[in-house]
């Protein structure tokens, strides 16, 4: 399918990459790093990257403007997005041609063409998966970006979905020069107000005798600790570190009330808990959506359910 997706490439003169909304390096590196691969490969072609600038990675990687105009007679590729409700600039639709480019479980088959490798670790390692088998050239610049995607979904290759060929496209990538450790270093940095909302969540987790665990981020304490809701991810993976804790949320209330819940897993299978709440992802990372306390309280039962089935 790759050859399928360059000879559509090679036919438009406009190409407008879409990512998934409130951006992680996965989905901006995958974005911008098949942007820059284009744009080597295909000097002639007008080649943009639509989507919110996340200030918290503005460091990585800044879109383009992009109007309506720019639409018409246009390809249009979406990356790391596995459902359309969560694509980023919902003028991905005005497009002559879509193309679906991800690695989440294939619920939205969406797109004239849909390339989903559920094996991936990453939108990134399957963007230069595709860069390699088509043998189109890459950039420093574009290798700095899919690097950031790939070590950004594995947790710099901590995670269960990293491969042998995760580990091969990487090493692909570090051929380039760019500066890895600084990179790394960046992804592992955060402010003096994101430390001291971790230490609030270590200090107020709630944590079950199944080992499941949970923590509340009220408004209040958001604005107490000046931080956004994106800047929040940041902490996600800290109740994982705790060896008791076998699957957490963290459940962050919106500006309406509602509540983003951030579901992680060392085992068990987490994603059907969020399908059940208005989301989805992977088997051990997924988000979901919670309208009310009694929601929540469903949410956590269902985690304490999954750890006890997944020790059965």
Do not use: C
């Amino acid at each position: 399918m790759f050859e399928e997706i360059l000879n559509h490439i090679t036919q438009y003169d406009t190409i407008i990459i879409h990512r998934h909304m409130k951006p992680d390096p996965d989905a901006l590196g995958s974005q911008m790093g098949l942007k820059a691969i284009l744009a080597h490969n295909f000097p002639n072609k007008r080649i943009l990257a639509t989507g919110y600038d996340e200030p918290s990675l503005a460091w990585l990687a800044q879109m383009d403007q992009v109007s309506e105009a720019d639409y018409e007679g246009a390809l249009v590729i979406v990356t790391d997005t596995a459902n359309q409700p969560r694509i980023d600039d919902k003028r991905y639709q005005l497009g002559d041609f879509l193309i679906k480019i991800d690695h989440h479980p294939n619920e939205d088959v969406y797109g004239d063409i849909s390339y989903v490798d559920t094996e991936a670790s990453s939108a990134s390692e399957i963007i230069t998966d595709f860069a390699r088998a088509t043998q189109l050239t890459l950039t420093n610049q574009a290798a700095y970006f899919l690097y950031a995607g790939i070590i950004g979904d594995t947790g710099r290759f901590l995670y269960p979905a990293t491969t042998a060929k995760t580990l091969e496209m990487a090493s692909f990538l570090r051929q380039f020069d760019f500066d890895f450790a600084r990179l790394t270093r960046q992804m592992d940095t955060f402010s003096l107000k994101i430390a001291k909302l971790q230490a609030y969540v270590f200090d107020h987790l709630e944590v079950d005798q199944t080992g499941a665990a949970r923590v509340f981020i009220s408004q209040d304490v958001l604005k107490r600790y000046q931080v956004t809701d994106a800047e929040s991810s940041a902490i996600v993976g800290s109740p994982g570190k705790i060896d008791t804790v076998q699957a957490w949320g963290i459940f962050v209330q919106q500006a309406d009330g509602h509540y983003r819940v951030r579901l992680r897993s060392k085992s068990a299978v987490i994603n059907t808990i969020a399908m059940r709440h208005d989301g989805g992802g992977h088997p051990l990372a997924s988000g979901a959506n919670s309208y009310s306390m009694a929601e929540n309280e469903a949410i956590f039962q269902e985690l304490k359910e999954a750890i006890q089935m997944d020790k059965a």
